[in-house]
């Protein structure tokens, strides 16, 4: 995320005027970043969620006063480049908005991870419910968008967090079924759909029932 001599840069590129907000920008940045930086020593991932969480609302706040403002108060010799400062400035801040939300996404993911691999189990359980059986096409993408992507990747990064013999377990049984469906669905010269759909579901009722996700 942008620190606050790069968001100095930003203001002075698209001359977003300092009164445009009741607070500085790139003071608020600079308090997270001392804050985060703390919590990032203690790894304490739930303080940087709370204090991830100060910067957004701030945030969007700032962005809400940058929409509002009249164009006229930006940089430009003519109607046409102040408006177009707003609208890059807009932009700009929008790109780091998201950024900021996907980290504090990250953060979330490491401060719960046992919550957050249930909710991508169950989330993927309640998807393959609408896969039909018979679909090859269909489940093929399921195991690599949901069962590899949403459910394998969050099983990694949790069991790299939390030592709680649950989770090894979950990504044992993970990486065993895994392995299996990756050879019946990118290897295998017959394809059986019905083999890869009892796969699947073998899959996420495991993992299911070793993380305690409904």
């Known amino acids: 995320m942008l620190d606050r001599d790069d968001w100095r840069k930003i203001k002075e590129k698209h001359g977003i ?6 607070f500085s920008m790139g003071e608020k940045v600079a308090a997270w970043k001392k804050k985060d930086d703390d919590a ?6 739930k303080a940087r969620v709370v204090a991830i969480d100060a910067l957004l609302k701030d945030m969007k706040t700032y962005q809400d006063a940058l929409k509002k403002a009249k164009p006229a108060k930006f940089k430009g010799k003519t109607p046409g480049e102040q408006t177009k400062n707003q609208q890059d400035a807009i932009g700009a801040f929008a790109h780091e908005l998201t950024y900021g939300e996907n980290m504090r996404a ?5 401060a719960n991870p ?3 691999l249930q909710a991508q189990v169950k989330a993927a359980r309640a998807r393959l419910a609408n896969v039909k059986k018979d679909d090859s096409d269909a489940l093929a993408v399921f195991y690599a968008q949901q069962l590899r992507n949403d459910v394998g990747l969050p099983v990694k990064m949790v069991a790299r967090v939390n030592t709680d013999p649950a989770i090894h377990a979950a990504l044992e049984t993970y990486e065993k079924v895994a392995d299996d469906l990756d050879q019946l669905v990118n290897h295998a010269k017959q394809k059986d759909p019905d083999k890869v759909w009892r796969g699947c579901q073998l899959a996420l009722t495991g993992l299911a029932f070793a993380i305690g996700a409904n």
Do not use: V, W
């Not at 005027?17 to 009741?22: E, G, R, T, V, Y």
């Not at 990250?106 to 490491?110: A, G």
């Open 17 to 22: 005027p300092d009164a445009i907000c009741s």
């Open 106 to 110: 990250e953060f979330n993911r490491m």
């Open 114 to 116: 046992m919550a957050e």
């Open 40 to 45: 990032k020593k203690a790894k304490d991932y």
